[in-house]
């Protein structure tokens, strides 16, 4: 049995579509979906992040208002920059570029956000929302797998999943969007005992360490037809890998993410996805509550 890949790239090109078409009904009524971004300090990787997020932005038709920041950068100067953007009407999404320097405050600065321009579905407000099953701005990357299993027709009714994440930007809204599918959710971390027999009993293991030192997820982990979506990126000689060991994983999967080219992609796609949304609550086409 060799299972089939879920690839990435085409179901965040399929979304960017979908997003052009999007910009383009928002442009006829005189609005332009405008993002923008935060980045403090010289962080080479946050860096490239912020510019791939904004070249994707200008793909689809959405303009970007670049924010960057130096190092020593205060709370109280941090404050007033939201509050500007959040007044700004030509403004539709904030994105805060993390991590920040140890002298900002991140729940603090994210909470500042306007929810309704909050495209990384991380304030307060929003993540409320989430667990009561009534959002619209979704935190990206948990949007984004959903979409991958939406796209590739996967039925979710019923299956056991289990995440081995629980972070705020992954393990938590993840949780919460697979208990509106209907799916039965176990949550794991580095205090889990007997994680791989948790793993085993899985129809589904979505797996974001990020640190191959710490965790890796092998054929024997999973049972035969599991899905498999890997999460979790790192370096390893010079190479992009993820947590799964997806050479000997995919012969035993019915579906598994590939890294880089699976997961990855999506984050930035739905990204476009909220930015659009955001746009079009500011225009009174979505209600934003």
Known sequence: MTGQKIDGTAV????KERVRGAVKALQSEGVTPCLATVLVGENPASDVYV??????CAEVGITTKDHKLPESFSQQ????????????STVHGILVQLPLPKQL??????????????VDGLTPYNVGLLSTGRSIL?????????????????????????????????????????????????TCHSKTKN???????ADIVITAV?????????????????????????????KLVGDVDYDSIIKKASYATPVPGGVGPMTVAMLLKNTVTAASINKGFVSGS
């Open 12 to 15: 965040a090109n399929a979304v």
């Open 51 to 56: 510019k791939n997020k904004q070249k994707a």
């Open 77 to 88: 100067e941090m404050n007033s920059l939201i509050d500007l953007l959040n007044n700004d």
């Open 105 to 118: 405050d991140e729940f603090a600065t994210i909470s500042r956000i306007s929810p309704i321009k909050d």
């Open 138 to 186: 979704k935190p990206c990357t948990p949007s984004g797998i959903m979409e991958m299993f939406d796209y590739y027709n996967i039925d979710l009714i019923g299956k056991h999943a289990v995440i081995v994440n629980r972070s705020n930007l992954v393990g938590r809204p993840l949780y919460n969007l697979l208990l509106e599918k209907n799916v039965t959710v176990t």
């Open 195 to 201: 994680l791989k027999e948790h793993c085993q009993k």
């Open 210 to 238: 990020g640190d191959r030192t710490k965790f890796v997820l092998t054929a024997d982990m999973v049972k035969d037809g599991a899905i498999v979506i890997d999460v979790g990126i790192s370096r390893q000689d010079s």
